[in-house]
């Protein structure tokens, strides 16, 4: 498990996976899994969440026939910073790496690596970012767990089960965290 880093010399976090505490309710956060694809203590961060599907798919927004090879990919909402942007990832594991991302890749690249076999090619509109150490203090008030993402996230389902089915896998505290109901203090 990576640790947050408490100075600027400190290695980055890119590449991990930052689950939103459940203590973050009622926001663009609740439940997120966010791939953080670059950070580091002095630049800040660029992350998307994965677990958000708007419910459309690039055909929906993209009609010119030299998308049709997208057509059927998702689109996600990466998050809360530039919202109305529609921009492209891709996603594949290389060992003994881990999960590699290339992020806001132009739709050409992505058909590229759309085509190549292993690789997750998304959709997104936003992206999650912070201000340099603002990722580091949210990390020391526990609002975030971070973790290496699981060599089988890329096959699982980036919808609203990837958060409790993953945080369920990390230990046996996180499967309590994961199943607790939302507002606790209601039953």
Request: glycine fraction near 8%; charged fraction near 15%; charge should be negative.
């Amino acid at each position: 498990m990576n640790l947050p880093p408490s100075d600027p010399d400190s290695p980055a976090l890119q590449g991990s996976l930052l689950f939103a505490s459940p203590t973050m309710q009622d926001g663009p956060f609740e439940h997120s899994v966010i791939l953080l694809s670059n950070h580091t203590p002095k630049d800040g961060a660029f992350g998307l969440i994965l677990n958000q599907p708007t419910g459309q798919v690039v055909g929906d927004v993209l009609k010119d026939p030299q998308f049709h090879p997208l057509r059927h990919i998702s689109i996600h909402r990466g998050g809360p910073v530039a919202h109305n942007q529609l921009f492209f990832a891709a996603l594949w594991w290389e060992p003994p790496q881990g999960l590699r991302v290339i992020h806001q890749i132009s739709a050409e690249d992505a058909i590229k690596h759309h085509k190549q076999p292993g690789t997750l090619v998304r959709a997104f509109v936003g992206y999650s970012g912070w201000s340099p150490g603002q990722l580091e203090e949210e990390l020391e008030r526990h609002t975030w767990i971070v973790t290496d993402p699981p060599a089988y996230l890329l096959g699982f389902s980036h919808d609203d089960t990837l958060w409790s089915v993953t945080l369920r896998s990390l230990s046996p505290y996180h499967r309590m965290l994961a199943d607790a109901p939302k507002n606790p203090y209601a039953n």
